[in-house]
């Protein structure tokens, strides 16, 4: 069975300082994709960034990037400079080649404070 | 472009009514998802379709039915609503093939009372 864990439920962060999501999952693919999106209260649901596990270099997005440890099957995010902006719930996820499904977390709600 | 578009936003049901959520997309994508939220469940795949005229379960099909006549729309219906069918429910869509990103639309809050 393919799982992700966020353990994490909530956390908080200073405005402009850095804070680091977990997440692990479990799959036995060797080829898939990971993904963080965010939930801001609008409720709809952003893409922020995207790992493929074949490569190595963690991926950047701006402020947001990637510790992608493929043996350890986890895959963080570090939001760098957090803004009032990025308060919201964030979803890890993974979608492997041999089905077309997503594989959702159970979401952290990130604070970020003034 | 509208993306991902879903009817109605919110809805109140009393107990065994039934009902349908449409689910459109202007990006002709071949692929098309139902999901739930529930507080701290996370995001839970109730049917998908990868392609017009099929359908496939999820984690949570029970008491839901879909139909995909046309590859821009998808439809999820509750046939006898249920309270533990009170949630939050998503659309998305997205192209064939595992590295492409679902597109969410803005969601449906319903509440089966």
């Known amino acids: 069975a393919q799982t992700v864990t966020q353990s994490q439920p909530e956390m908080s962060v200073q405005e402009a300082e850095t804070v680091t999501l977990s997440c692990t999952y479990d799959?036995?693919?060797?080829?898939?994709?990971l993904f963080w999106y965010k939930q801001p209260p609008s409720r709809q649901m952003i893409l922020v960034i995207r790992?493929?596990?074949?490569?190595?270099q963690n991926a950047t997005e701006n402020r947001f990037s990637v510790n992608f440890q493929k043996a350890a099957k986890s895959f963080s995010l570090k939001i760098s400079d957090s803004q009032l902006g990025d308060t919201a719930m964030y979803f890890c996820?993974?979608?492997?080649?041999?089905?077309?499904?997503?594989?959702f977390g159970k979401g952290i709600t990130l604070s970020v404070r003034p | 472009n509208a993306g991902v578009t879903q009817t109605p936003k919110f809805r109140v049901l009393k107990t065994g009514q039934s009902m349908t959520l449409l689910c459109a997309q202007d990006?002709?994508?071949?692929?098309m998802y139902w999901y739930r939220q529930d507080p701290g469940m996370g995001l839970r795949l109730i049917h998908y379709?990868?392609?017009?005229?099929?359908?496939a379960k999820g984690e949570v099909p029970d008491g839901y039915n879909v139909s995909r006549l046309k590859k821009q729309n998808f439809l999820l219906g509750l046939e006898s609503a249920a309270p533990s069918q009170t949630s939050v429910y998503f659309c998305?869509?997205?192209?064939?093939?595992?590295?492409?990103?679902?597109?969410f639309g803005p969601g449906t809050r319903l509440t089966v009372t």
């Open positions: 998305a869509s997205s192209y064939y093939g595992f590295l492409y990103e679902q597109y």
């Open positions: 799959t036995s693919e060797n080829n898939y994709y």
């Open positions: 790992q493929e596990a074949y490569k190595q």
């Open positions: 996820a993974f979608r492997t080649g041999a089905n077309s499904k997503l594989t």
């Open positions: 990006m002709n994508h071949e692929y």
């Open positions: 379709s990868v392609g017009e005229g099929t359908t």
